[in-house]
């Protein structure tokens, strides 16, 4: 069987299998990484594609513990999710952590679309930005932007606002010198 790639987030692995791959040989290679690879404690199958305007993505339980919510770190930040209820990507790590190198003392940060709060937790624990605000749509996302801003100690610091974009733009009292849209 050849998989094609899998990400890490936390404790979970989440598997692109190849469509013929059946579910023993699954099994196998999900047993195989559970125990070549302690910090992995759950192995996830990713089926579909990211879809609706929440960006959502569709897994399978696998194989280890029966769980979709991720304890993840980075950047000197940690984010707790839920992977089949949220959008996110390990793969910006690195753009989130050079986009706050290039936020500048006192500016105050928007960012849009702004799922658990990576790029802001991010921008605002690793920059000296004056204040930053999280705007996002999908309340589930909200609940663990909410958690993830106290698990990092910033409450103060990074501000949430739920809802479209569009509509409570106008609810902001700041200008902002900086606003990030993460590309989807």
């Known amino acids: ?72 770190k980075e950047n000197g930040c940690v984010f707790r999710f839920n992977i089949d209820n949220t959008y996110f990507s390990p793969r910006l790590s690195n753009e989130r952590k050079e986009i706050s190198s290039l936020i500048k003392k006192n500016e105050n940060v928007l960012v849009m679309f702004a799922g658990v709060a990576p790029f802001s937790i991010v921008i605002a624990k690793n920059s000296k930005a004056k204040k930053v605000i999280s705007n996002e749509i999908n309340r589930e996302a909200n609940k663990y932007a909410k958690l993830n801003i106290e698990l990092n100690k910033l409450k103060g610091k990074v501000e949430l606002f739920e809802g479209d974009i569009k509509r409570i733009s106008k609810k902001f009292k700041e200008k902002f010198d900086v606003i990030v849209m993460p590309r989807p």
Do not use: P
């Open 1 to 72: 069987m050849k998989q094609r790639s899998f990400d890490v987030l936390g404790n979970i692995a989440i598997v692109n299998f190849s469509d013929n791959s059946k579910l023993n040989e699954k099994k196998k290679f999900a047993n195989k990484l559970l125990k070549e690879q302690n910090s992995i404690k759950t192995v996830l199958e990713k089926y579909g594609k990211i879809k609706g305007r929440l960006r959502k993505i569709s897994t399978r339980y696998i194989a280890g513990e029966k769980t979709k919510e991720v304890l993840y």
